[in-house]
Each structure stands twice: as C-alpha cells, then as structure tokens.
C-alpha cells in the first residue's frame, strides 16, 4: 500500500520539490518500506520517537524534525538532524546554536511562520520575523544555517483561505530572499505543504512538501 501510494504521489509531485515523507505515528516496518521503495527524507514531530527511529533505521536517511520543539530537548537531535523545520524564537536558534557547536557540526534551520488563522499554531509573524533577520542576532549564530521557510495553512476546506496564506508566504520568502542576501545566502528552502494541501502549495511556490497520511495512511493522532 505504502509503495502504491508514495508511487501515485510522485507522479504529481515536480522533481524540483523536495518530499518529507512524515513517519510520526507509524512503525519501523512502514518506514522500511517507504525506503525500499527509494524515499530517503523522513520527517518526524517528536523528540523522543525520533531518536529513537534514527537508530533503528538506516544511516542514509535524512531527519527532518517537524514539530514543535523545546529548548531543553534540542541536544537529542542535533548531533544527527538534517534540518529543523519549526524554529519559532531566538532563543531556539541560540540552543541549536549552541549545541551544534558542542557536537561539533553545522546544522540547517527553517523560520516558521505563522500564516494560519487557528491560534494553536506555532511560529513566527511577518513583523517579528523581520525585526529578527533586520536585528544582526543571527550573524552570531555561527553553527546554524538559515535555509528558508515553513508555513502551515489552515485547516480548511476553503481552498482560497489556504491559498493566500501561501501565497502571502512565498511572497515573504522572496521579499527576504531578495534583500538579505548577506546575511541568509543559503536562503533556498519554502517548506509548505500536506497530504491535503501540497498542490495548491506546489502551486503557490513550494520548493519542499511534508507529507504523511497519504503515504502511510491515516493516523489516530494528530
Ligand atoms: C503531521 C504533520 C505533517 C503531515 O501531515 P499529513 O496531513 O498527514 O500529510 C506535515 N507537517 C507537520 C508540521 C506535521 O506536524
């Protein structure tokens, strides 16, 4: 099911986009088979079930880390993530900052940016993310990459409502794509998009999709 699936999605998923194939929630055996079917980026939202899928499951995969994550928990993960999509504060940033240095590596990050109505969600808004790029705080994070940006829209059926919220996103992705090229070279990323979503967010300019259930079918939990 898992190869049938990830094999219909591919066909509509641009070369040019990247794909998360988001494992939270599903077992090591289902991942194996989304990797023998060639996936090689997986995407989880906790900690805990992160670490300890890395070291069950083979080293070439890249992990992606998704979900909201705390101060306290970033030494777990940063000695082996490919890239953080959920940095929502400075303070994050100096955490992995600081604990990449200790493990000696380079880690990438995405901003994530609040673009959806529901309040519950996490990020960044356009006013605080660009004081934060305009303050100088970043050029003192030596051990971190800022690769771009990650939005989720809100959940809806009103495919407009969900299209001009990335839309709004790419448009300040460009704008600091544009003018901040000194201090964010590597600013390449647009991480948006779902499993009910990604073709409006492939539309609207998604260089990365996170997508879960229409790979591994439907979780219990959110
Ligand atoms: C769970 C999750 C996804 C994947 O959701 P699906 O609707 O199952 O595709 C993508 N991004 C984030 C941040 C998530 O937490």
Same mark, same amino acid.
């Given at each position: 099911?898992?190869?049938?699936?990830?094999?219909?999605?591919?066909?509509?998923?641009?070369?040019?986009?990247?794909?998360?194939?988001?494992?939270?929630?599903? %077992?090591?055996?289902?991942?194996?088979?989304?990797?023998?079917?060639?996936?090689?980026?997986?995407?989880? %939202?906790?900690?805990?079930?992160?670490? %300890?899928? *890395?070291?069950?499951?083979?080293?070439?995969?890249?992990?992606?880390?998704?979900?909201?994550?705390?101060?306290?928990?970033?030494?777990?993960?940063?000695?082996?993530?490919?890239?953080?999509?959920?940095? @929502?504060?400075?303070?994050?940033?100096?955490?992995?900052? =600081?604990?990449?240095?200790?493990?000696?590596?380079?880690?990438?990050?995405?901003?994530?940016? *609040?673009?959806?109505?529901?309040?519950?969600?996490?990020?960044?808004?356009?006013?605080?993310?660009? #004081?934060?790029?305009?303050?100088?705080?970043? =050029?003192?994070?030596? *051990?971190?990459?800022?690769?771009?940006?990650?939005?989720?829209?809100?959940?809806?059926?009103?495919?407009?409502?969900?299209?001009?919220?990335?839309?709004?996103?790419?448009?300040?992705? @460009?704008?600091?794509?544009?003018?901040? #090229? @000194?201090?964010?070279?590597?600013?390449?990323?647009?991480?948006?998009?779902? %499993? @009910?979503?990604?073709?409006?967010?492939?539309?609207?300019?998604?260089?990365?999709?996170?997508?879960?259930?229409?790979?591994?079918?439907?979780?219990?939990?959110?």
């Amino acid at each position: 099911m898992i190869t049938e699936n990830l094999r219909q999605l591919r066909r509509n998923i641009p070369e040019n986009v990247q794909l998360v194939c988001v494992s939270k929630f599903h %077992s090591i055996d289902e991942i194996r088979e989304a990797y023998n079917s060639g996936e090689r980026i997986f995407g989880e %939202s906790k900690v805990q079930e992160l670490t %300890s899928k *890395h070291e069950l499951l083979p080293a070439d995969i890249e992990w992606h880390f998704i979900g909201h994550l705390q101060s306290n928990k970033v030494k777990y993960i940063v000695p082996f993530v490919s890239l953080i999509h959920s940095v @929502d504060s400075l303070k994050l940033l100096q955490e992995v900052d =600081k604990q990449a240095q200790k493990a000696g590596r380079n880690v990438n990050c995405l901003l994530q940016v *609040h673009i959806a109505l529901e309040e519950t969600k996490f990020g960044f808004n356009e006013v605080e993310l660009l #004081q934060l790029i305009e303050s100088g705080e970043l =050029k003192e994070l030596k *051990h971190i990459t800022i690769c771009g940006l990650m939005g989720m829209a809100t959940f809806t059926d009103n495919t407009e409502q969900v299209r001009s919220e990335f839309r709004t996103l790419k448009s300040l992705f @460009d704008r600091i794509k544009t003018h901040m #090229q @000194d201090v964010l070279s590597a600013f390449n990323i647009l991480s948006m998009g779902m %499993s @009910d979503d990604y073709p409006v967010a492939i539309e609207e300019g998604s260089t990365m999709v996170r997508i879960g259930s229409k790979i591994f079918g439907q979780r219990l939990y959110k």
